[in-house]
């Protein structure tokens, strides 16, 4: 079976680096998504509580 | 032709596919986090000059925002000068020259930090900030990447405006406008860039001769190069001394100032008299190292005026 069939193969440095590669990106995803509920704190401040029923 | 254009000219079918071989440290080298930190520092600065106030979260929600922006702006650099990248001495370790990171990567990478930096900075602080954070990014890749670089030995003068834009976005981060003395910060470093990149230029000469990029030590030669940076030097110095006069820095920053202007102005002269071998390469290396100097007091100074005035 050649390249093309199997698609593209990585070796294992390739497949070492893809998963560092990965975690920084979870951490990054996880990182906006605690700047994002922070920021809404932020503006919404005291009147979070503060709602018409 | 940039090694960008080059690959979109070939046939995709037949390219065999090279990347993933990028770690996150190479991903991070593509962001120049060296010019990153001049960004923020100058960005912090205008934001801590502005008039108002910002929510200290918010405030680092718009230095994030501002030093991604930047990070991409340098990752799309990487990407489109990867052929300049890999003839000279200083840049040819770089992630896409050396083989780690495919042009296309790079490109995704920078596009993706981009979008994202310019959408949060407008969501989360205000859209004029946003708005500015895009026209920073475009004005370097494009009117300065893709189009000055190449084209014109004045490069650097037109190009250096995306790096002055910084402190600009980061008053607006606070005000959500502009104002004539954050425009003032801007000129500091608009008038600053020249004179700091020629000095690099003229010990780099050869570096940019064999890379092709028309900087003015290979066009325009050495001697005008050095009119050039008096010049620009003997412009700096009394803008340098700006704030004070706005009424915006104290008297011992405008006394500082007026000295390190002069110094400048010293060190530029000194190129001007001295043309020819090492004592010429010694003194554009003190200018080049003395400007960056120059411009981390200049921040620095005003920086420590508005903390003390906060408290």
């Not at chain 2, 959408?119 to 205000?126: A, E, S």
């Not at chain 2, 110094?263 to 043309?275: G, P, T, Y």
Request: charged share 15%.
């Amino acid at each position: 079976m050649d390249n093309n069939e199997q698609g593209i193969v990585l070796t294992d440095e390739q497949k070492k680096k893809r998963r560092s590669r990965s975690i920084a990106i979870a951490i990054v995803l996880a990182a906006l998504v605690l700047l994002f509920y922070l920021v809404t704190i932020v503006k919404l401040g005291p009147d979070i509580m503060n709602r018409p029923l | 032709m940039s090694l960008a254009e080059r690959q979109d000219l070939m046939d995709h079918s037949s390219t065999v596919w090279n990347g993933g071989e990028g770690s996150v440290s190479d991903y991070v080298a593509l962001l120049k986090p060296r010019v990153m930190s001049l960004v923020i520092f100058t960005a912090f600065v205008g934001m801590m000059l502005a008039p108002g106030s910002i929510h200290p979260v918010l405030g680092t929600v718009a230095i994030l925002c501002i030093a991604i922006g930047a990070g991409a702006s340098g990752a799309l650099n990487m990407w489109y000068d990867a052929d300049i990248d890999e003839v000279m001495s200083r840049t040819a370790k770089r992630p896409i020259p050396a083989g780690k990171i495919t042009p296309e990567e790079a490109f995704a990478f920078g596009m993706t930090l981009s979008i994202g930096s310019v959408l949060t900075l407008g969501l989360l602080v205000n859209w004029f900030a946003g708005a500015f954070l895009a026209f920073t990014i475009a004005f370097y890749v494009v009117i300065y990447t893709i189009w000055l670089k190449r084209s014109t030995p004045q490069n650097i003068v037109i190009g250096g405006a995306a790096g002055a834009f910084p402190p600009m976005v980061g008053w607006a981060s606070v005000t959500g406008g502009v104002s004539l003395e954050s425009f003032v910060l801007f000129l500091i470093i608009f008038m600053w860039t020249p004179p700091h990149f020629w000095a690099l230029a003229l010990f780099k000469k050869g570096d940019y001769e064999t890379a092709g990029v028309p900087m003015l030590p290979v066009v325009a030669g050495e001697t005008n190069t050095r009119h050039q940076i008096l010049i620009y030097s003997i412009l700096l110095a009394p803008i340098g001394v700006a704030p004070y006069f706005m009424g915006y820095a104290s008297l011992f920053y405008g006394v500082s100032s007026g000295f390190l202007g002069l110094a400048f102005v010293a060190m530029a002269a000194d190129i001007w008299r001295k043309r020819e071998g090492d004592v010429a390469r010694k003194a554009c290396l003190r200018l080049f190292k003395f400007s960056i100097f120059y411009l981390f007091m200049l921040f620095a100074l005003l920086l420590g005026e508005s903390l003390v005035a906060g408290i």
